[in-house]
């Protein structure tokens, strides 16, 4: 990345005087190469790791207990630690470092973690856990936001999903209600708004991803929480509505007399976490949930077809992503239906039934391959355009 | 770079180089000193307030002594903690009718009987449906575990947890403690909060008191 950028900056001043950029042009694409932040560098590795190091002496000197130490002196460095991590990412961001700076802001973080279990062992709070993981995440949450701290928010991402996963297994179940129902464990979304209100601040891509990945886990394992028969018919109908509304907005953005790059990217990643989604349940019901073979017949070829519809529409828009997570999906699912049918009687009879279906559709996919060639080259420069 | 990372990369500038955005991310970037003294100050502020609240709670909650039961040896010694069960952590299931479920709060309101023991007498979803106008103590708990309210009565429990049933030692010294609960009477001093809150003072082990000192000596 580094290199790349320097590399540029070469590029950029032979391109001003070849006379393919104006003066003015080349100042402004300079100003934006430094407003960018910069990529993963190995001293940023290095300092990030140093940091979950320290955070970890940290914790482990609250699990020590150390009683010859009177709890004030304990109680004092804590404080002490946790103003000069943030005294250090402010000297940090003055000399201009930033990344090092970010990762003092984590260690910060690590530090107030590692205070609220030092105050619960002090005064033997065992409480609900799941309290202190959520005062801890939110602390982090402020420090991301106020701070524009990736490192900070990746954390605070961690911490919500480790919060609102302990509520809903541990805590959340209706152990004596007749109905067996578990309350949605709904005060994540909240919080998930906020997250990825914080990367979108930041500009930072991979984290808005991060946020996609909490609630899809939390989608299918709120699933896993609630009883009945029905749960992962719903959940795979909500990723089938996710993915199928991303195509529709996908292919009318497409069609429209001006072509949105948002519109599109943001679908295409819609339909890439939809698909997760509905996959993750469709796959719970084929081969957790024990269906009679006439069901898994049904859903397998189900998820045949729609797996196909997605490879096809992901190529036909341009979704490269997509066209991936179709074929992946198509592995895992050939892959499991043989595991799960090999060595019963029926079993090889549809291993073969669905193989020779997979070549069929394949050839399909080849045919239709060759003449979306043409429709991505339209696409590229109706873009541009 | 991959088309996608183009295509990412440019969806990234569209959707975020919107007006209030920039200026939402400019103010942050003008204040990045000020705010991280604020971010270090209230971080330290939570920590502080956790503190105070149990100091407060320790020197003005009501102050009464539970019998520790013996605990499945097992469970007792686990890490850094003596685990602690108390007469009250199971109440009988019929105290509280209709479902309850895990991690739901519930209040148990406890009455002290002839002997001068604290008893769980009564309990709700409220302070008010524990009976907290009829005297006693009312202390806060969470159900950990709770059968179906139609399961044979005389035998269905509720499990309780009131927070209070982790006793920290220093590292290596529960074996010694594990054994003394075994071998004696324990008693658990509980400091009690008006809202049912409690906090575990202290043990009596043998006849012996183990106290933390104040966090100030006076």
């Known amino acids: 990345m580094w290199i790349a950028r320097r590399r540029l900056v070469e590029d950029l001043a032979r ?23 910069s990529g993963a560098s190995l001293p940023t590795v290095l300092g990030i790791l140093g940091v979950v190091l320290l955070g970890f002496a940290a914790m482990s000197f609250v699990a020590a207990n150390w009683q010859d130490m009177p709890r004030l002196v304990r109680l004092a460095i804590i404080f002490a630690g946790l103003a000069g991590a943030y005294a250090a990412a402010a000297g940090l961001f003055a000399r201009g470092m930033e990344n090092f700076a970010h990762a003092a802001i984590l260690l910060g973080i690590a530090v107030f973690g590692a205070g609220i279990m030092l105050i619960a062992q002090m005064y033997h709070i065992e409480g609900h856990p799941p309290d202190a993981i959520l005062v801890w995440a939110m602390g982090a949450l402020g420090a991301g936001v106020l701070l524009r701290s990736n490192p900070a928010l990746a954390a605070a991402t961690a911490l919500f999903g480790l919060w609102s996963g302990w509520e809903t297994v541990a805590f959340s179940y209706y152990l004596s209600a007749p109905d067996n ?28 991803h991060l946020v996609g990945a909490l609630l899809s886990a939390w989608l299918v394992l709120q699933s896993h929480a609630v009883g009945g028969d029905t749960r992962h018919v719903i959940v795979a109908l909500i990723g089938l509505a996710v993915t199928a509304g991303a195509i529709f907005v996908a292919r009318a953005n497409k069609t429209a007399a001006k072509t949105e790059a948002v519109v599109a990217d943001w679908s295409a990643v819609l ?75 029926l079993g090889s009879s549809l291993f073969f039934l669905v193989a020779g279906l997979i070549v069929i559709a394949l050839a399909a996919l080849a045919w239709r391959l060759h003449r979306a060639e043409g429709d991505v080259t339209w696409d590229e420069e109706h873009r541009h355009v | 770079m991959s088309e996608a ?54 020197d003005n909650g009501r102050v009464i002594e539970l019998k520790v039961q013996p605990v499945d040896p097992r469970d007792l010694f686990r890490g850094d903690y003596v685990t602690l069960a108390y007469d009250i952590s199971q109440l009988p299931r019929q105290l509280i009718a209709g479902g309850l479920r895990r991690g739901e709060r519930i209040y148990v309101r406890l009455a002290q009987d002839e002997k001068g023991s604290w008893q769980a007498v009564a309990a709700g979803r409220t302070p008010a449906q524990a009976g907290s ?4 103590v009312v202390l806060m708990g969470h159900v950990r575990y709770a059968v179906q309210p139609m399961t044979d009565a005389a035998t269905a429990h509720i499990w309780v947890a009131y927070g209070i049933e982790k006793f920290f030692v220093p590292e290596g010294t529960g074996r010694e403690i594990e054994a ?39």
């Open chain 1, 181 to 208: 129902l578990v309350p949605i464990h709904w005060p994540l979304l909240p919080a998930a708004a906020a997250l990825a209100a914080g990367f979108t601040l930041n500009r930072w891509w991979p984290g808005v």
């Open chain 1, 15 to 37: 391109w001003r005087s070849a006379g393919w950029v104006t003066a003015e042009g080349e100042a402004h694409i300079r100003q934006d190469l430094l407003e960018r932040r």
């Open chain 1, 271 to 345: 339909l890439g976490y939809g698909l997760i989604t509905a996959y993750a349940a469709l796959w719970t019901l084929q081969f957790i949930e024990r269906p009679q073979t006439a069901q898994l017949i049904l859903l397998a070829v189900l998820t045949i077809v729609l797996l196909l519809v997605i490879i096809f529409q992901g190529l036909s828009l341009g979704f490269r992503g997509a066209v991936w997570l179709g074929y992946v999906g198509f592995s895992i699912e050939i892959f499991s239906l043989y595991v799960k049918t090999v060595g019963s009687l």
């Open chain 2, 180 to 218: 003394e609960v075994r071998a004696s009477d324990v008693m658990a001093h509980v400091a009690v909060a008006s809202d049912g809150t409690a906090a575990l003072k202290g043990l009596t082990v043998a006849g012996e008191r183990i106290e933390m000192p104040p966090l100030f000596p006076k």
């Open chain 2, 5 to 58: 990372s183009n295509r990412a990369q440019a969806m990234t500038r569209s959707a975020t180089h919107h007006p209030v955005l920039v200026q939402a991310a400019a103010v942050l970037a003008r204040w990045r000193y000020p705010l991280l003294a604020l971010v270090a100050l209230s971080q330290a502020a939570v920590l502080a307030y956790m503190v105070a609240g149990r100091e407060w709670l320790l």
């Open chain 2, 133 to 136: 106008s009829a005297g006693g």
